[in-house]
């Protein structure tokens, strides 16, 4: 979703008195969004009218494992949360650490993992160009889709792809159990060894 069409959802649900909570973990995906108002390449909605953005080093950054994130908005709203943290974990000291030097690196970061959006894409997006029996969108720049294969449901893809050291998500999860969720968000070279096998997958189905 681009920046003007979030705009114009935060309006109306600004003139209803409530709040829109926005998830930007996405957001650096799309980079072909027509404003500059951006976080890390794509729209973000920070300084909309009563609307929470909230974003995390996990997707684009692909550091999940330090457990970083964080809110802005209405500071009212971001007060009453920050309090919230006391029933909670802390975060670990040197994760905050390594957190700071990423983002103080975030310029050649977002380069580099841009280019690799870019190279896995074009994977992900030749794999259902070429193959007769998958059907389904890889949008710009994304290296997941949710496709559906001509005859075998998602449920049971999955459970074949299991089988041969592979996985791919069930669209049970996603409310269509038809499809399957599929993401290659990894070195190039891995990622197409992982397409391979999933083809001899494919390839091979009764």
């Known amino acids: 979703m681009g920046y003007k069409k979030l705009k114009q959802i935060s309006e109306i649900i600004a003139q209803n008195d409530s709040y829109l ?4 973990v996405y957001s ?16 973000t909605a920070i300084n909309f009218e009563n609307t929470i953005v909230t974003n995390s080093l996990t997707k684009f950054f692909g550091m999940g494992g330090l457990k970083i994130g964080w809110m802005g908005g209405d500071k ?5 949360c920050d309090k919230l943290q006391t029933h909670f974990s802390p975060v670990a000291e040197p994760s905050k650490n390594i957190a700071k030097r990423v983002l103080e690196q975030k310029t050649k970061i977002q380069k580099e993992a841009n280019e690799l959006l870019e190279k896995n894409f074009s994977l992900l997006k030749n794999l259902v160009i070429k193959r007769n029996d998958l059907e389904g969108r890889v949008y710009k720049n994304n290296t997941f889709a949710f496709l559906k294969h001509k005859t075998v449901d998602g449920s049971e893809l999955a459970k074949k792809t299991l089988k041969n050291n592979a996985i791919i ?8 159990e038809k499809r399957f969720r599929i993401s290659i968000a990894e070195k190039t070279e891995k990622a197409q060894s992982s397409i391979n096998i999933f083809e001899d997958i494919l390839d091979n189905l009764n």
Do not use: C, Q
């Open 21 to 24: 909570l926005v998830d930007e």
């Open 28 to 43: 650096p995906y799309n980079i072909n969004d027509d404003s500059n108002n951006t976080a890390f390449g794509g729209p």
């Open 76 to 80: 009212g709203i971001i007060d009453k």
């Open 169 to 176: 998500v069930p669209g049970e999860f996603f409310g269509d």
